[in-house]
C-alpha cells in the first residue's frame, strides 16, 4: 500500500472530529483515512494540548500537521559530500554565456577524479543550483483601456494568387488591443513596410479607432536598429507613426513575452480561421479574416478575461481611444543620395536637381506618390513633383548664373539672346535655328554670339545684315569676313554703336527695273 501525506483539509477533518469526542476507529471509517495514522494525528494533538471546546485556528492545524509530516533529513552520500566540493567549479561551469552540458561537467569532474554518478550530480544541480529549472516570472498588469495595441506576423500557409496563378505562402497581420483582447487580421503575401502601413489602416477603420501605442516586434519593416532602450524605426514607418499620431515602442529582440498576447493569438488564429478553408484569391482572404475577427474571435469569450472581446472593446475601451484616420497614408520612400556634378540627385530611377551649392554632398531624400523632398540634415533644401522611372525635373535656378537655358536647350532663349545684340544677328540667329530640326543648328547659333564677344556687336550686326542681304545664312563665312574686314580707327568713339557699311555696288531699287514710269500710267499710254 503506497504511502498518503494528508493534506492540510484532512488534517483539519481529523482534528475536527476528535474535537467532538469520535474514537480513532470512527474517524477511520468515515474519513477513509489509515486507523493508525488517525492515531498519530489525534496523539499530536492531546500532546501538545489542543483546546475541544472552540474551533482550531489555522496555525494549530499546521502545527500538528508539521510535527507528522516531516522526515529527518536523509544523510549525505559520499558521492553527494564529493561534488559538493566542487559546487563552485559546477555553477561556474553552467553560468557561462554558452553552459556546458552536465554530461561534458560530469566528464570533466570524472577526470579530475571526482567518483560520483551523473544521476547523483544531476540531481545535486537541480536541488542546489537550480538547474534546469524555468526562472520565476512577473504577470504584468494590463495597460490602460485604449492605450496599447499589440503587432505580430504570422505563416498561416498556401492560398493561390490571382495574379500570377501560382501558390504563394499567406501572411497574416494580427493586431490584438492588449485591454480588451479585441483582434484584427489582415492576410497578405509580404511583409513589407507598405503591407504594415495598410494593415494598420485596415485596422482602425475596422476598430473605428486607434491605440495610443503600438507594440510591434523587430521586423525590418519597422525597426531599423534594434536596441532595448532605444531602437531606430524605419524611416517610413516613422513618418506613418507622426502622421497618425501614436508612438512606437518595438518589442526586444528574441523576447516574446514582451509583446503575449498577441504572440499567442497567432495559433489561434491559424487554427481557428485559415486551417481546412478555401480560398479563391487574396481578396477573398481578406474578407473572410474581417467577419472572422468580429464574428467569432471577436464574439467568444476570452480564455485569460473570461468576457467577450467586442463587448469589452465597446464599452470600456474604445472610449479612451483615439478617432480613425480619415485617409489613407502614402508612404513614402526614404534613400540617401549623393549631389552629382551636374547638379542632380538620383532616386527611384528619376532625376531631380539640387542648387550649386550643394554639390557632392550627401542628402536625405523623401520621396511619396506626389512629391520629393530633399533635406541636408535638418534643412529642406528642395522640394520636386515626383516623376515616373526615367523621369527628370529641373529647376534652372539651380544652375550657375547664364547656365539654365544652355542646360535646358532653349532655342527662344537663343534667339533672344541674339536679338539682344541687335536687331540682324537676332534676325540671323532665327535663320539659323529655322527648320524642322532647330536643336541640330544650336551650336552655329552660339558661335554667333561668341562672335559678338570676340569683335563687338556693331561689327557683328553690320556684318549680319549685309548677309542677310546677299541671303547667306553661315557663321563660317561671316567668321572669315569679320577676320578680314579692316579694323575701326576710333573703337572707342564708336563703341557699341551699329556701323552702317555701304551697300553694295550692284544692289539697285525696284524702281531700276520699271518698263514705264507713273506719269504713263496716267495718261494711259
Known amino acids: 500500500m503506497s504511502y498518503r501525506e494528508l493534506s492540510m483539509i484532512d488534517v483539519k477533518e481529523v482534528l475536527r472530529r476528535w474535537q467532538a469526542g469520535q474514537s480513532a476507529r470512527r474517524i477511520a471509517r468515515e474519513s477513509g483515512i489509515d486507523r493508525k495514522t488517525v492515531g498519530r494525528y489525534v496523539a499530536t494533538?492531546?500532546?501538545?494540548?489542543?483546546?475541544?471546546?472552540?474551533?482550531?485556528?489555522?496555525?494549530?492545524v499546521h502545527e500538528v500537521a508539521q510535527r507528522e509530516q516531516s522526515r529527518p533529513l536523509a544523510e549525505t552520500t559520499n558521492e553527494r559530500a564529493e561534488i559538493a566540493r566542487h559546487k563552485e567549479r559546477i555553477a561556474a561551469w553552467l553560468a557561462q554565456k554558452r553552459p556546458l552540458r552536465l554530461r561534458k561537467i560530469h566528464t570533466l569532474l570524472v577526470r579530475d577524479?571526482?567518483?560520483a554518478s551523473y544521476w547523483t550530480l544531476r540531481r545535486y544541480a537541480m536541488q542546489e543550483l537550480s538547474w534546469s529549472k524555468k526562472p520565476p516570472t512577473i504577470l504584468l498588469e494590463d495597460p490602460p483601456a485604449g492605450q496599447e495595441a499589440q503587432i505580430d506576423f504570422g505563416k498561416m500557409g498556401r492560398i493561390l494568387d490571382t495574379e500570377t496563378r501560382k501558390e504563394r505562402v499567406l501572411w497574416a497581420l494580427v493586431?490584438?488591443?492588449?485591454?480588451?483582447r479585441y483582434m484584427f487580421v489582415w492576410p497578405s503575401f509580404l511583409q513589407t513596410t507598405a503591407t504594415i502601413c495598410e494593415g494598420l489602416d485596415r485596422a482602425w477603420r475596422f476598430f473605428d479607432a486607434m491605440p495610443?501605442?503600438?507594440l510591434p516586434d523587430n521586423t525590418k519593416a519597422i525597426v531599423n536598429v534594434a536596441d532595448p532602450l532605444s531602437p531606430v524605426l524605419v524611416s517610413a514607418f516613422a513618418d506613418y507613426a507622426q502622421a497618425r499620431g501614436i508612438f512606437v515602442d518595438p518589442a526586444r529582440v528574441?523576447?516574446?513575452k514582451d509583446k503575449a498576447k498577441v504572440e499567442n493569438q497567432v495559433p489561434y488564429v491559424r487554427e481557428s480561421?485559415?486551417?481546412?478553408?478555401?480560398f479563391s484569391g487574396l481578396d477573398d482572404a481578406q474578407q473572410s479574416a474581417q467577419a472572422w475577427c468580429?464574428?467569432?474571435a471577436g464574439a467568444r469569450v476570452h480564455g485569460t478575461t473570461r468576457e467577450v472581446p467586442r463587448v469589452v472593446f465597446e464599452a470600456r475601451e474604445k472610449p479612451h481611444m483615439l478617432a480613425p484616420p480619415t485617409e489613407p497614408f502614402d508612404v513614402p520612400l526614404w534613400a540617401d543620395a549623393k549631389v552629382h556634378p551636374d547638379h542632380h540627385v538620383q532616386i527611384a530611377r528619376a532625376l531631380y536637381s539640387v542648387p550649386t551649392r550643394y554639390l557632392y554632398k550627401k542628402v536625405r531624400v523623401r520621396a511619396d506618390s506626389l512629391t520629393v523632398k530633399i533635406y541636408l540634415g535638418a534643412e529642406l533644401i528642395k522640394m520636386h513633383v515626383r516623376k515616373p522611372p526615367g523621369g527628370r525635373s529641373t529647376d534652372t535656378s539651380d544652375y550657375p548664373v547664364g547656365k539654365g537655358d544652355y542646360a535646358l536647350r532653349s532655342v527662344d532663349a537663343l534667339v533672344k539672346k541674339a536679338k539682344e545684340k541687335g536687331t540682324h544677328i537676332g534676325t540671323y540667329a532665327e535663320r539659323i535655328v529655322g527648320g524642322p530640326l532647330p536643336w541640330t543648328r544650336m551650336r552655329a547659333a552660339y558661335a554667333l554670339l561668341r562672335l559678338c564677344e570676340t569683335f563687338g556687336d556693331g561689327r557683328v550686326e553690320a556684318v549680319c545684315q549685309s548677309a542677310l542681304a546677299f541671303d547667306v545664312v553661315d557663321v563660317a563665312r561671316i567668321t572669315k569676313m569679320l577676320k578680314a574686314a579692316a579694323k575701326p580707327t576710333a573703337p572707342k568713339a564708336l563703341g557699341s554703336r551699329v556701323v552702317q557699311l555701304p551697300l553694295p555696288r550692284f544692289a539697285r531699287s525696284h524702281e531700276h527695273f520699271a518698263t514705264r514710269d507713273g506719269a504713263s500710267k496716267k495718261e494711259g499710254v
Open 294 to 296: 468580429r464574428d467569432v
Open 45 to 60: 494533538a492531546a500532546a501538545i494540548d489542543l483546546p475541544h471546546e472552540r474551533e482550531l485556528t489555522e496555525g494549530q
Open 113 to 115: 577524479g571526482v567518483q
Open 212 to 214: 495610443k501605442t503600438l
Open 273 to 278: 480561421w485559415f486551417d481546412g478553408e478555401t
Open 254 to 256: 528574441r523576447s516574446p
Open 175 to 180: 493586431i490584438t488591443l492588449s485591454f480588451s
